[in-house]
């Protein structure tokens, strides 16, 4: 079936630095979305991605929909204390697109130090 | 606007006792999910229903029934609970964007 393979699993970083994590699939998706999820709390949507090739910013955060629709990429700048949560990304493939199901990644922690 | 919400948020049972999670979405979405989140698994898809009266298995949905009698309501029933069956439970509406609720913590005993 189709998988999502997040990476890194994990990541330790010092605060105001930059922070990159992807997703690569072998299946082609419609939809790209990243998610963050903080302790005790639903995950977040944080970016929506529509169109191959698309990039979108929100805040410190900007993600791209690869242009071979297969794999997508998250960077946050300048990193601070409150990024510290699991980022999770999800995608959509055209089969699921009239039950709006998401295949999720198996999400990176990200831990900042002050 | 309360987006989606889940009651209760935590729970204890013995094995073998039955209790049903309630997931409410005040956004007109017709699509709703059910998942379970356990430490190295992500989010797994129990149950969904793209709309009232309707509903269908994802991909872990042995040990769990829903009903979706209601279009803002989606609810999970576990008949006889099991130790396996220890997890946070999260509900989610979609239009397009799924937006989830804050979870539910089951531990069965």
């Known amino acids: 079936g189709q998988q999502l393979n997040q990476s890194p699993q994990s990541m330790f970083i010092q605060e105001g630095e930059d922070v990159s994590m992807n997703c690569t699939s072998s299946s082609i998706f419609n939809t790209w979305l990243w998610y963050k999820q903080d302790p005790g709390e639903g995950p977040v949507l944080l970016i929506a991605?529509?169109?191959?090739?698309e990039l979108t910013s929100n805040g410190r955060l900007t993600a791209q929909f690869g242009i071979t629709r297969k794999d997508s990429f998250l960077n946050i700048s300048a990193s601070i204390p409150s990024d510290v949560g699991i980022y999770f990304c999800?995608?959509?493939?055209?089969?699921?697109?009239?039950?709006?199901?998401?295949?999720f990644g198996q999400g990176t922690t990200l831990q900042v130090k002050p | 606007n309360a987006g989606v919400t889940q009651t209760p948020k935590f729970r204890v049972l013995k094995t073998g006792q039955s209790m049903t999670l309630l997931c409410a979405q005040d956004m007109n979405h017709e699509y709703m999910y059910w998942y379970r989140q356990d430490p190295g698994m992500g989010l797994r898809l129990i149950h969904y229903s793209v709309g009232e009266g309707t509903t269908a298995k994802g991909e872990v949905p042995d040990g769990y029934n829903v009903s979706r009698l209601k279009k803002q309501n989606f609810l999970l029933g576990l008949e006889s609970a099991a130790p396996s069956q220890t997890s946070v439970y999260f509900c989610a509406s979609s239009d397009n964007e799924q937006f989830f609720g804050p979870g539910t913590r089951l531990t069965v005993l």
């Open positions: 999800a995608a959509r493939g055209v089969g699921s697109s009239n039950t709006g199901k998401l295949i």
């Open positions: 991605l529509y169109k191959a090739g």
